[in-house]
C-alpha cells in the first residue's frame, strides 16, 4: 500500500520560515518524481514544486522561485519543501504526490497523495 505522509506543517509568522517533510512508502522511491502543491478553499490545487529522481532537476512555479527549496533524500523515502519569507497569502493545506517517470507541473499528472499539512502565516 502507498502511503505518504506529510509532516511539519503549523504556524509562522510572515516573513518566518518552516521546513515539511513527506516520507513515502509502498514503492520504489527512487523511480518517483516527487512534487509539493497547495491548496485553499474553493481554489484548485495549486502546483509549488516538483524534483525528479535523483534530485538534480527542481522546478518551482514562479510566485515561490528563489524562496522555496524541493530536495528529496532517497535513503530516507522523503522528500522536504524548505519556504523561507512566507506571507499570509502562502497560508494553505500543502500536498506531497509522486508519479512514476519524469516530473510534472500539474495535479492530474501524479499518481498518488498524502492528506496534507496545514500551513498558516499569520502575526
Known amino acids: 500500500q502507498v502511503q505518504l505522509v506529510e509532516s511539519g506543517g503549523g504556524l509562522v509568522q510572515p516573513g518566518g520560515s518552516l521546513r515539511i517533510s513527506c516520507e513515502v512508502s509502498?514503492?520504489?522511491?527512487?523511480?518517483?518524481?516527487l512534487a509539493w502543491f497547495r491548496q485553499t478553499p474553493g481554489k484548485e490545487r495549486e502546483f509549488v514544486a516538483t524534483?525528479?529522481?535523483?534530485?538534480?532537476?527542481?522546478n518551482y512555479a514562479d510566485s515561490v522561485k528563489d524562496r522555496f527549496t524541493i530536495s528529496r533524500d532517497n535513503a530516507k523515502n522523503t522528500v522536504y519543501l524548505q519556504m523561507n519569507s512566507l506571507t499570509p497569502e502562502e497560508t494553505a493545506v500543502y500536498y506531497c504526490?509522486?508519479?512514476?517517470?519524469?516530473?510534472?507541473?500539474?495535479?492530474?499528472?501524479?499518481?498518488?497523495w498524502g492528506q496534507g499539512t496545514q500551513v498558516t502565516v499569520s502575526s
Open positions: 504526490a509522486a508519479r512514476s517517470g519524469a516530473i510534472r507541473i500539474y495535479a492530474g499528472g501524479y499518481d498518488f
Open positions: 509502498g514503492l520504489k522511491f527512487i523511480n518517483y518524481a
Open positions: 524534483i525528479n529522481w535523483s534530485g538534480t532537476t527542481p
